[in-house]
């Protein structure tokens, strides 16, 4: 009878061990990803999907790479292929015929601004020249950007068709806070009709997520330092959904002592001072990323539209507090944070 008990344990133990080295090489098997400079950053492409290769996945990768590259023409980067020049080039004078895309993505950017409680504005885009980020940093006067207020809260557009008239000479979109939410959001669209089903899509600042979270806490989302973009801060579990991060490094420089950032109040034209990082985790990419700037404006969710309230998941707000880094988080991103050790 020992020996019998004896063999039974040996076996069992043996299936044990098979069992933990099997659960094991699972583990090491990495999801097919793909990452590429697009957007005017970073962009890493996650397959989760169980039976998904590397090999399988090449076409897939390169497709949604190359449709974000020509979003990327179209919408951000300087050059005769981009759409909003040409809509501002046109400003106070004729409309613009413009692709579906994007035309459909400034009818949800002029949705998002009442969401926003109307802080997240395109129109913006001459209180951005004023501080010259895309080329030479300066702080403009107070009267330089108080004299483009009328571009920006008072500036009409006129839609006729899929064509777009900006209502006075020298207004001009900038899209830089929804275009790479958009993108992901289509790059998620066109993931599903491939029939990929779990699948990350993500830069430092945005998110998109789809299918089921490769382990129960969520999928990762690494965040860096706000005040030292190059130092990693931490992670944080995100659900499903487009999840955006919105804080003081954006564009920062420094004059005179004093640092700013490209993400300003459009009521002022100056960098927002409320806090230093916000993330907002909403059903899209596209409305996390404007939500995550108005947020990161106001400093608090209540001051959002009530249907914008409605719409944010989960948030969470960063402050520096005698040098240290201090959050609070709710909602879907309620304990999701995890500093870096």
């Given at each position: 009878m020992s020996r019998y008990r004896s063999a039974t344990f040996r076996i069992t133990a043996i299936a044990l061990l098979a069992m933990i080295a099997f659960w094991g090489c699972r583990k090491k098997v990495e999801s097919p990803a793909a990452t590429r400079d697009v957007l005017g950053t970073q962009v890493t492409i996650?397959?989760?999907?169980?039976?998904?290769?590397?090999?399988?996945?090449?076409?897939?990768?390169?497709?949604?790479f190359d449709m974000m590259a020509d979003w990327e023409k179209k919408v951000l980067r300087p050059g005769p292929d981009n759409q909003i020049v040409k809509i501002a080039e046109s400003a106070g004078e004729k409309s613009v015929p413009i692709d579906d895309p994007l035309f459909d993505m400034?009818?949800?950017?002029?949705?998002l601004y009442d969401l926003s409680g109307e802080t997240f504005d395109i129109r913006y885009g001459p209180m951005l020249d004023a501080w010259g980020f895309d080329s030479r940093p300066q702080v403009p006067s107070p009267v330089e950007l108080d004299s483009l207020k009328s571009y920006v809260g008072q500036g009409g557009m006129f839609v006729a068709g899929k064509s777009i008239l900006l209502a006075k000479k020298g207004m001009r979109f900038d899209a830089r806070e929804i275009a790479i939410g958009y993108a992901f959001d289509m790059a998620a669209e066109k993931l599903a009709e491939a029939g990929i089903r779990t699948a990350m899509i993500c830069c430092p600042r945005v998110c998109r997520t789809m299918g089921d979270p490769p382990n129960r806490r969520g999928f990762e989302m690494p965040l860096a330092n706000p005040l030292n973009p190059s130092e990693p801060w931490g992670t944080l579990r995100v659900p499903v959904g487009g999840i955006a991060y919105a804080s003081v490094s954006a564009?920062?420089?420094?004059?005179?002592?004093?640092?700013?950032?490209s993400l300003l109040d459009p009521r002022t034209g100056f960098p927002a001072e409320r806090c230093v990082g916000a993330v907002v985790q909403t059903p899209r990419a596209a409305t996390a990323q404007a939500l995550s700037y108005a947020l990161f404006v106001f400093g608090t969710p209540d001051s959002l539209a009530k249907e914008g309230r409605a719409t944010v998941g989960g948030s969470m707000l960063i402050r520096e507090e005698g040098g240290n880094l201090i959050?609070?988080?709710?909602?879907?991103?309620?304990?999701?944070f995890e500093r870096a050790r």
């Open positions: 996650v397959i989760y999907d169980r039976g998904m290769t590397q090999q399988h996945l090449t076409a897939t990768f390169d497709g949604l400034l009818m949800e950017a002029i949705r564009d920062r420089f420094s004059a005179a002592g004093k640092s700013y950032h959050s609070s988080d709710a909602g879907s991103l309620k304990d999701g």
